[in-house]
């Protein structure tokens, strides 16, 4: 049961252009929503963050849509730069549940490769 | 600086051992979490605890055992239960529920 998925396995850029990736989650009542880049052998680490109550957050050059009728959110990479490359997670949480702690959903990645 | 340390970075194990994976964090943060990454499936919970002397099972904790004795570290064991153990392991930690997850740098795990 994929909570949260990630449809595209991989995606390719130019340099300087936008890169868009995508993530879908089934269960209504998710509420938070994190984005995470990852390179090989290293932790996660968090990009960007966005709450049910927003559709938009923006940081820099990255910025997390969300479209919570459709139950999907996108990252947003503009400027795609080479040193972008790395697989990013998407996950999702229920912080209301009130006994989870927050505990996160994750899809299954997307590797990004920004060529110069 | 205050982080995760995972150890070892890699590890290796017979068939039949079971072997034990440390995470120390020193951001006095309450919950700590055990994901495994293995290729195309993203990351899956194994295990997490909210606070000291407590903890839940995730998704897949089938073979997996975990205890949280001190707020500092919450270590993982691989038992001769978990019949394919070979992946990339992540322990994490979060100060509160709404914020964001901090990982450490992972261990590899490999069955000989």
């Known amino acids: 049961d994929q909570q949260v998925k990630q449809n595209s396995p991989s995606l390719s850029v130019q340099e300087g252009r936008i890169s868009i990736l995508n993530c879908d989650y089934t269960?209504?009542?998710?509420?938070?929503f994190l984005w995470y880049k990852k390179y090989p052998a290293e932790g996660p680490t968090f990009l960007i963050s966005i709450s049910s109550i927003k559709d938009k957050n923006e940081d820099g050059r990255f910025t997390v849509f969300l479209n919570k009728s459709a139950k999907h959110l996108s990252l947003h990479i503009v400027p795609s730069q080479p040193g972008d490359s790395a697989v990013y997670f998407c996950?999702?949480?229920?912080?209301?549940?009130?006994?989870?702690?927050?505990?996160?959903?994750f899809g299954q990645g997307t590797i990004l490769t920004v060529h110069p | 600086d205050g982080g995760i340390t995972q150890s070892p970075k890699y590890l290796f194990r017979k068939e039949g051992q079971n072997v034990t994976l440390s995470c120390e964090q020193n951001?006095?943060?309450?919950?700590m979490y055990w994901y495994r990454q293995d290729p195309g499936q993203g990351l899956r919970l194994i295990y997490y605890?909210?606070?000291?002397?407590?903890?839940q099972k995730g998704d897949i904790a089938e073979g997996y055992s975990v205890s949280r004795e001190k707020k500092e570290s919450f270590p993982l064991t691989v038992t001769s239960a978990q019949k394919n153990p070979t992946a990339f392991y992540l322990c994490?930690?979060?100060?509160?529920?709404?914020?964001?997850?901090?990982f450490g740098s992972g261990t590899q795990l490999s069955v000989l």
């Open positions: 951001l006095n943060h309450d919950a």
């Open positions: 996950a999702a949480s229920d912080l209301s549940g009130g006994t989870s702690y927050g505990k996160l959903t």
């Open positions: 605890s909210q606070i000291v002397n407590d903890f």
């Open positions: 994490a930690s979060k100060r509160a529920p709404n914020e964001k997850l901090f």
């Open positions: 269960n209504s009542m998710f509420d938070y």
